[in-house]
Structure formats: C-alpha cells, structure tokens
C-alpha cells in the first residue's frame, strides 16, 4: 500500500486545514489509519487515528474536539479536517497504516505516506 498525503499549507491561528490521504491499495477492515505530526527538534507524536472498518475514532488530547478524523471508503482515502489551528500545530503530517490493532506508537504502523506540511502563522 502506498499513502499520498495531501492538503497542507500555510494558516493564520485560529484558521482551519483539510489534509488528505490516498491509498493506492485495497485497505482491510482490520487495518487502522492514523495521522502523526512532526515539528522541527520534535519527535514525531500522535495525532489520530480511525479504524476502517468499524470506523472507531481516537485523537491526541491536545487536538480532540478540534480536529475530525474520518474515512471514504469508496475513495479509499482518510481526512483529517483540522480546526481552530493553534501555533503549536505548526509541524509536518504523516498518514500511516497499521495492522496491529489501535496504537498510537509510530513504530507499529508499516506504510507510510510523504508527509505534508503545516503551518500556522500568530
């Protein structure tokens, strides 16, 4: 499976981002989708993540009631529609995919798309 991230750019706070991410193949319903983020001398966190088939949600406390993760299954693809951007969201977004149930440790997810930067301006 190949991941193409997408939808990044540059945002004043306050503002809000859509970010993509394509799959090219087929996603099994056992699979779990997340979003991770990276900001410069960070490592790379937690953000999101959704189950594909069941569609179960999960969200790092700092983001949860203002970002939305969710999935087209007919597009095979996962959103994540950020809102009420702070500052501190500045960082590059990677999409994975894993196999090995719900986690939120990056080391468990396998494909990996590009990344897509964000950035949110005071």
């Known amino acids: 499976v190949q991941l193409q991230a997408s939808g990044g750019g540059l945002v004043q706070a306050g503002g809000s981002l859509r970010l993509s991410c394509a799959a090219s193949?087929?996603?099994?319903?056992?699979?779990?989708m997340g979003w991770f983020r990276q900001a410069p001398g960070k490592e790379r966190e937690f953000v999101s993540a959704?189950?594909?088939?069941?569609?179960?949600?999960y969200y790092k406390d700092s983001v949860e009631g203002r970002f939305t993760i969710s999935r087209d299954k007919s597009e095979n693809t996962v959103y994540l529609q950020m809102n009420s951007l702070k500052t501190e969201d500045t960082a590059v977004y990677y999409c994975?995919?894993?196999?090995?149930?719900?986690?939120?440790?990056?080391?468990?997810?396998?494909?990996w798309g590009q990344g897509t930067q964000v950035t949110v301006s005071s």
């Open positions: 994975a995919r894993s196999y090995r149930g719900l986690s939120t440790a990056a080391n468990d997810f396998v494909d």
């Open positions: 193949g087929r996603l099994y319903s056992s699979a779990v």
């Open positions: 959704i189950r594909w088939g069941v569609g179960n949600t």
